[in-house]
């Protein structure tokens, strides 16, 4: 199988290509290339030109954004096979966030002129966006929540409930850092560490240098304010 073809055919399980024809759906990639990236690597910087569409193949993308005093945000973390940077796409404005590898990542990019072409020939795929853009704004808006009415304590609660699943898997932290979780809740390095150790003085958790086990969930639950 060619390589185009397999990309057609991974494309094609997106809702927006799902209703395009092989032959189609082949056409496109042709109008778009493909890019690897190492970990750490950015594929594209906030407020730069826009840097066109891009659908994630291979690995893990963070889409971040940093605050006026430097603090990086991490809003999102990407996994295959999803659209990322549409609002980029659809107005030719700026890159709203920016992105990068958190793996060794494979996409493939399509910029913004070839994209309003896709969308004048393909407007099912203009139409199915709305039901992307409308999830990623919900998602913007808990972040909101998160940040208007939780305090640091009740973000780092809700976060290890989530990396935790509930308590049913302890963390790696090789995976997260301080400083990663600090930019998922919004806070500082040093804030995630005083927490963790309230955490652990509790009774709430076990921590050592490789992991993170939760030993109460239904006690972070409570500090997060969230039932399960």
Do not use: C
């Given at each position: 199988m060619?390589?185009?073809?397999?990309?057609?055919e991974?494309?094609?399980?997106?809702t927006?290509?799902?209703?395009i024809?092989?032959?189609g759906?082949?056409?496109?990639?042709?109008?778009?290339?493909?890019?690897?990236y190492?970990?750490?690597a950015?594929?594209?910087h906030?407020?730069?030109?826009?840097?066109?569409?891009?659908?994630l193949?291979?690995?893990?993308v963070n889409?971040?954004k940093?605050?006026?005093?430097?603090k990086?945000?991490?809003l999102?973390?990407?996994?295959?096979?999803i659209m990322?940077?549409?609002?980029?796409?659809?107005?030719?404005?700026?890159?709203p966030v920016?992105a990068?590898?958190?793996t060794d990542?494979?996409l493939?990019r399509?910029?913004?002129l070839?994209?309003q072409q896709?969308?004048r020939?393909?407007?099912q795929i203009?139409?199915s966006?709305?039901?992307?853009l409308?999830r990623?704004?919900?998602?913007?808006?808990t972040?909101?929540?998160?940040?208007?009415?939780?305090t640091?304590?009740?973000?780092m609660?809700?976060?290890l409930?989530?990396l935790?699943e509930n308590?049913?898997?302890?963390?790696n932290?090789?995976e997260?850092?301080?400083?990663?979780?600090a930019?998922?809740?919004?806070?500082s390095?040093e804030?995630?560490?005083?927490t963790?150790?309230?955490?652990?003085s509790?009774?709430v958790?076990?921590?050592n240098?490789?992991?993170?086990?939760?030993l109460?969930?239904?006690?972070l639950q409570?500090l997060?304010?969230?039932?399960?």
């Amino acid at each position: 199988m060619s390589e185009t073809r397999e990309l057609a055919e991974r494309l094609k399980k997106i809702t927006h290509f799902s209703e395009i024809p092989l032959s189609g759906v082949e056409q496109i990639i042709a109008s778009g290339e493909i890019r690897q990236y190492v970990k750490g690597a950015f594929v594209f910087h906030e407020g730069d030109e826009s840097a066109g569409m891009f659908v994630l193949l291979n690995g893990q993308v963070n889409l971040s954004k940093l605050g006026p005093e430097g603090k990086e945000g991490i809003l999102n973390t990407l996994e295959p096979v999803i659209m990322f940077n549409e609002v980029s796409a659809l107005d030719g404005g700026p890159n709203p966030v920016s992105a990068y590898a958190h793996t060794d990542i494979r996409l493939w990019r399509i910029g913004y002129l070839p994209f309003q072409q896709l969308l004048r020939q393909y407007p099912q795929i203009g139409i199915s966006l709305l039901g992307v853009l409308a999830r990623r704004n919900r998602l913007l808006l808990t972040h909101y929540d998160d940040l208007s009415f939780r305090t640091v304590q009740a973000r780092m609660a809700k976060h290890l409930i989530s990396l935790s699943e509930n308590g049913r898997r302890s963390i790696n932290r090789m995976e997260n850092p301080i400083h990663t979780i600090a930019a998922r809740i919004i806070t500082s390095p040093e804030a995630v560490s005083r927490t963790l150790k309230v955490f652990k003085s509790a009774g709430v958790l076990r921590a050592n240098r490789t992991e993170i086990e939760i030993l109460d969930p239904r006690h972070l639950q409570e500090l997060a304010k969230i039932d399960l």
